[in-house]
């Protein structure tokens, strides 16, 4: 059906949706009674399980404004549909934000027209009629509210203070308070602020549980074998099915437990809200809504919500969210005055302004306040909206990944199911395709790989991503923090004069700079604070700081309160203490008394913003008028924002020099500021006003060393193929030379620095191409013959050097530029992009969305501080953090190194590798348990209930169990393991083992019936021959004479396919349980290998050696001693050749196809040893990295030639790019 009224939710952003609303039609619901019915409810439980159908085959489809169902759909490729309601409240108001009645307004002298004006020029949603109650249209999906916004005919998703609001409109309109009628009703909208992860009860799990399809057929088998009169065998299906089931409630009951004591804490906290001078109520948090002040005390306190600081600073702690554990400044909101330019009209984002914001979750370790002017912070968003909540509900309805194994686990089943269905039509036979104990067995070996990770200090919130770890062939590395150390050390610095460098120096302790700007920038460009006695803050500050030798001095509470400016803080020289020698002149005393009054205090702040590049303060020296700004960050930032006389010429080049020995490089600047610019105004004043017309003061030169693990780590991932990618916020040079110590880049790899260029004054946008270095050996050859052979891990005859390739490097400025003018080009790119330098924190999350778009399994590894975004949407985000658990990121890791990712790698191949063991192994049961029945069905026979529990409970369970205990292998290796049942290796393995079980239960089921003593019926008894009494000297019965075998059970077709079976089931187990080179051997697996002993032992023992009372309790008759022998040897036989098979047959089939690929030589560009890339094979469908490798070798034009540009085309094929068209020298 065609849709009448498509719309989209959330348009153009990652949480879009298209939605199509529908109404009850009454005829359609009859009918799906009707079916319901005759199906005895099976219809209404399919309906249950595919949402889109149930609505669909009850409802018709309308417009959104008529429509009281809806189905969302997400607009990836995995196409996820969901079904919601559309409810309906009474509010005496359409506008969250604006007043309940528009007589109201009179009253409410906190919300003035113009705030209720600007929330209507929003269209967030109508102004409401006169009507004293109007209904409103409204859903829920993942815990946020879309409303009916009657003016766009569209649902509009809830929003706060957060968007579209003016920053001097929070301080002018928000920050005085919230009116009480006002407060109920934004109540109504907002709801309580808490977020409530309600942890599921036992018996709403377990329905839920049971109503999975898995479940439901087992329950459907356990019926149809108690009908069949096989109760123990029955008993034994809901047995382990209750097994599953309770692991599986256990796994996910402990995660609802972990997440909801994450969050619990700040559920309900007291806090003080403001309503006016001298008017303030202490309430519970859970009370809050957007638009309340609250007041913030100066022992600190746990943030219950999203708030902007309005006045005061805070320091806090925000290592629940981000996992840095360096404490944070936050600074008053910028006052914006009016007819202060075109920054006066910047609205307010808590991302732009998180330097203002105080995040939900994050502890407030101390407050500055002063008298008449307490802390306030304007409540922004609360509940489920805030950041946090936003996190939690990242991990409550994660995104779904592309895993193909899960996936082709449930293809494969049903593919059994249906060829039984065509083969025979008895429904006892179907059940027997699909184990009980699979869900549990596929678990097992993730538990199992979550327990050594703790061991290793590796914590997870995402188990199920452990599986996704083993496929990772790309990880993305902050820098600093997590390749290097999180402390620096001063190289150096260049101080200027005149417009000129000086000579390097290395020290600041000379008492001639005390009392220089460059030392003055040094000791108050910063936002350090003194906590306990300890001086805190980051750790470049910190150094910096220490550096100068100079002491911080803060204001107490008490001092605070007893002036009504602001009381700044204080930096001075160390104080030297008064000299006894009487032979001290004046004129040093007089010195002494001057130094000892050296004193600047910092009366403003703005902090360091990552999208600015810079921080800066406003400062003012005791005992002079004119207020000193001062400033440091980014080289080139800094540069640009001084005035050209004051910045030396060669500054480009003196800072090359400087970041290609990769140090890392600071700038700073200082400036007199008017004297129009008072004490009281710089509060006020927006920072782009003091941060301009600056003079250019030097740079300070810092060197960070990397961490002694990340060298060998590196090295470690390039054995195994897996490529490496920097993202830095840092300098492109400083970068690339972390890049080469590092070992990401070798030493004679080409660098190709990209710099592209917004279009501008009618010029299309440009990509500019230019080389780091050119070193003789790519002078004396052409670009073109950049190639390496990709060899999968072997290297052998290759005709250029290992190293012998190039690296594209650039920022996130260019990547911006990329990424919207050249779209097509951008792929390329990344398959050899190696350094991305200055990109902002959002710039890093979209770079591992395009990564992931090429089909990489993308981890990323970062301290955690400005990579929140990236560590979620990775397919494995690891933050380094001395926190067990951190929403933050899905794996956590306490060692402060990225040791971290090769361990998890490794479990990860190792839980990956155990999970395709347990469902091979699984699958082959069911088939040999089929085959075994199926030749028992005819001659009217089957296998009895005691055999069929003991090769479910007593086979089955102790090996499924046991044999996901393999440990990961102590190397990486190039090879990754399968991703998907439909590969070569998984189906060879499974065909060839499938005709082999067959080929053995057919003979040994033909055999039987060509043995001399063999009786049609009732089976004679052969065991009292001479040779069976020379064994036993006792008469074995054969069977129950006392009972009548109705079932026909007791047969030598049923005894032999029963050994022979039973022995087969261990024999796959055992080749299945492969060790090397993903996991440790198997004879390490110590309970495995004792399992199957000891039951190979029991069978051979029960077979050999006939007991009358197991004979009896199995079903079995006895049979004669050779028989019994040539079962034996039957069984040593399969054994061998499932081995041989397993471990020669396919492997041989395997490593034969990648040879014959090797063999033709053939030369591919370099991708920077992509992983899994053959020349000679086809690149499999969803592997898009692998095709544009191979689209390389027909491009004679890449890589680009040095000092060429390309422009994007603006023509008919916007889309597409001219590669190097333009070959102009540059």
């Excluded at 300098?731 to 890049?739: P, Q």
Aim: aromatic share 8%; with cysteine.
């Amino acid at each position: 059906m065609e849709r009448t009224d498509k719309r989209y939710l959330n348009a153009e952003s990652e949480d879009e949706m298209e939605v199509c609303g529908y109404q009850p039609c009454w005829w359609k619901v009859c009918l799906v009674c009707v079916g319901t019915l005759c199906s005895g409810g099976l219809l209404l439980l399919f309906l249950y399980w595919m949402p889109e159908w149930s609505v669909k085959c009850t409802c018709r489809e309308v417009s959104l404004k008529q429509a009281s169902v809806l189905l969302l759909w997400t607009t990836d490729e995995f196409r996820t549909c969901f079904r919601v309601r559309v409810q309906h409240m009474e509010a005496p108001g359409y506008d969250p934000l604006g007043a309940p009645h528009p007589d109201d307004q009179k009253e409410l002298a906190s919300t003035p027209m113009d705030t209720q004006q600007m929330e209507c020029e929003k269209d967030l949603l109508p102004k409401a009629p006169g009507a004293e109650a109007v209904q409103l249209r409204y859903f829920d999906h993942h815990k946020v509210k879309y409303l009916w916004c009657q003016r766009q005919q569209e649902f509009l998703r809830l929003v706060a203070l957060e968007e579209g609001i003016p920053c001097s409109v929070i301080h002018s309109h928000h920050s005085a308070g919230l009116a009480p009628l006002h407060k109920e009703y934004r109540k109504l909208f907002y709801g309580e602020n808490q977020i409530d992860v309600k942890v599921p009860s036992i018996p709403y799990l377990l329905v839920k549980e049971v109503l999975n399809p898995f479940h439901f057929f087992q329950v459907f088998s356990v019926i149809l074998w108690t009908l069949d009169e096989y109760h123990l065998y029955a008993s034994a299906i809901a047995f382990m099915s209750l097994l599953s089931i309770c692991i599986s409630l256990y796994t996910v009951k402990k995660q609802y437990t972990l997440l909801h004591d994450m969050v619990a804490a700040h559920n309900v906290v007291r806090v003080r809200v403001y309503y006016g001078t001298n008017v303030t109520e202490e309430v519970f948090s859970t009370n809050l809504v957007p638009g309340d002040v609250i007041l913030l005390p100066a022992n600190g306190m746990l943030m219950p919500c999203d708030a902007v600081l309005v006045s005061g600073t805070c320091i806090v702690n925000e290592s629940l969210l981000t996992g840095e554990s360096v404490p944070v400044l936050k600074t008053n909101l910028p006052h914006t005055t009016k007819g202060g330019g075109a920054s006066q009209d910047e609205v307010y984002c808590p991302e732009n302004h998180k330097r203002h914001t105080l995040f939900c979750g994050t502890t407030i370790i101390q407050t500055r306040f002063y008298s008449g002017e307490p802390v306030k912070a304007v409540v922004v968003r609360t509940g489920f909206y805030t950041s946090k909540g936003r996190l939690v509900c990242s991990i409550l309805y994660p995104k779904m990944a592309d895993f193909k194994l899960y996936r082709d686990a449930y293809r494969f089943l049903l593919s059994l199911e249906q060829a039984v269905r065509i083969i025979i039509k008895a429904l006892d036979i179907v059940t027997i395709t699909v184990p009980p104990a699979l869900p549990a067995a596929m678990t097992a070996g993730i538990i199992y790989a979550q327990h050594r990770l703790k061991k290793k200090g590796v914590y997870s919130i995402s188990p199920q991503r452990i599986n996704m770890c083993g496929q990772l062939n790309l990880v993305c590395f902050d820098k600093t923090g997590t390749l290097t150390e999180d402390g620096l050390d001063i190289w150096g610095f260049l101080r200027t004069q005149e417009g000129r460098f000086l000579s390097l120096e290395r020290s600041v302790a000379t008492q001639t700079l005390t009392r220089s700007s460059f030392i003055a920038a040094m000791a108050t460009c910063h936002s350090l604070t003194n906590i306990d006695g300890k001086l805190s803050g980051d750790p470049l500050d910190c150094k910096m700081f220490e550096m100068t030798g100079w002491v911080l001095e803060e204001p107490t509470s008490e001092e605070t309160a007893l002036h009504e400016q602001i009381m700044p803080t204080v930096v001075h020289p160390p104080r030297p203490t008064t000299s006894a020698n009487p032979s001290c002149g004046d004129a040093d005393m007089e010195l002494q008394e001057v130094m000892n009054c050296y004193e600047i205090g910092i009366i403003s702040q703005f902090p360091f913003s990552s999208a600015l590049q810079r921080m800066s303060v406003v400062t003012r020296t005791l005992g002079q008028r004119q207020l000193i700004a001062y400033m440091k960050g980014a080289p080139e930032t800094v540069a640009s924002l001084c005035k050209k006389e004051t910045v030396p010429v060669d500054f480009s080049h003196v800072l090359e020099k400087f970041t290609r020995q990769g140090l890392r490089v600071i700038a700073l600047a200082h400036r007199k500021l008017e004297a129009k610019l008072t004490w009281h105004k710089v509060q006020t004043v927006d920072r782009s006003v003091i941060e301009a017309n600056m003079e250019f003061l030097g740079l300070i030169m810092m060197q960070n060393r990397l961490k002694p693990r990340s060298i060998p780590i590196i090295s470690e991932l390039q054995r195994a193929h897996i490529r490496m990618v920097m993202v830095t916020g840092d300098n492109m040079l400083t970068a690339l030379s972390v890049a080469r110590e590092s070992g990401m880049i070798p030493p004679h790899g080409k660098v190709i620095i990209t710099e592209a260029t917004p279009p501008k004054d009618g010029q299309v946008a440009t990509i500019n191409w230019q080389y780091a270095e050119e070193p003789e050996w790519w002078r004396a050859h052409n670009t073109k013959d950049i190639r390496i052979t990709v060899e999968d891990g072997i290297s052998k005859d290759r005709p250029l050097p290992p190293d012998a390739c190039y690296h594209f490097a650039m920022s996130g400025k260019s990547f911006d530029i990329i990424a919207e003018h050249f779209p097509d080009l951008l792929p390329k790119l990344l398959l050899c992009g190696t350094v991305y330098a200055r990109m902002a924190p959002d710039q890093k999350t979209q770079l591992v969305d395009e990564l992931q778009k090429v089909d990489y399994y993308v981890g990323m590894c970062g301290d955690g501080a400005n990579d929140c975004g990236a560590l979620r949407r990775a397919h494995a985000g690891i933050s380094l953090s001395e926190l067990e658990a951190s929403v933050a990121s899905p794996f956590t890791s306490k060692t402060p190194d990225i040791s971290c990712v090769p361990d998890l790698i490794r479990e990860g191949r190792a839980a990956l590798v155990t999970s395709f063991c347990v469902f091979k192994f699984m699958a082959m049961y069911s088939l040999i348990q089929y085959l075994s029945v199926l030749l028992l069905y005819s001659i009217l026979s089957n296998l009895g209930d005691i055999q069929f529990l003991f090769i479910d409970l007593a086979i089955i369970m102790s090996v499924t169990f046991t044999m996901s205990l393999n440990s990961s292998w102590k190397e990486l290796v190039p090879q990754r393991p399968p991703s998907n049942l439909i590969s070569v290796p998984i189906l060879l393995s499974m065909l060839l083992q499938t005709l082999l079980m067959l080929a053995f239960q057919v003979m040994a089921f033909l055999l039987v019936k060509e043995q001399p003593w063999y009786g049609e019926g009732t089976p004679s008894n052969a065991c009292d021959r001479d040779w069976a009494r020379e064994l036993t000297n006792t008469t074995v019965p054969t069977q129950n004479e006392t009972e009548e075998d109705h079932l026909h059970i007791s047969n030598y077709e049923n005894t032999t396919l029963f050994f022979v079976s039973c022995c087969q089931y261990l024999a796959v187990a055992f080749v299945f349980s492969r060790g090397k080179p993903f996991r440790q051997p198997v004879y390490r697996n110590y309970l495995f290998m004792g399992c199957i002993l000891i039951l190979y032992s029991f069978i051979i023992l029960i077979m050999m050696f006939p007991i009358d009372d197991i004979a009896h309790f199995f079903e079995l008759v006895c049979v004669p001693l050779d028989w019994r022998v040539k079962m034996l040897l039957l069984i040593l036989a399969n054994l061998a050749l499932s081995f041989l098979v397993e471990n020669l047959v396919c492997d041989y089939c395997v490593k034969s196809r990648l040879c014959a690929g090797r063999s033709s030589k053939c030369l591919v560009p370099n991708i920077n040893n992509q992983p899994d890339l053959d020349p000679a094979l086809p690149p499999s469908r969803g592997d898009r990295y692998k095709r544009l490798a191979r689209e390389l070798l027909l491009d004679p034009d890449w890589p680009p030639k040095p000092r060429t540009s390309t422009k994007a085309n603006v023509g008919p094929f916007s889309g597409r790019q001219e590669a190097a068209d333009s070959a102009t020298q540059l």
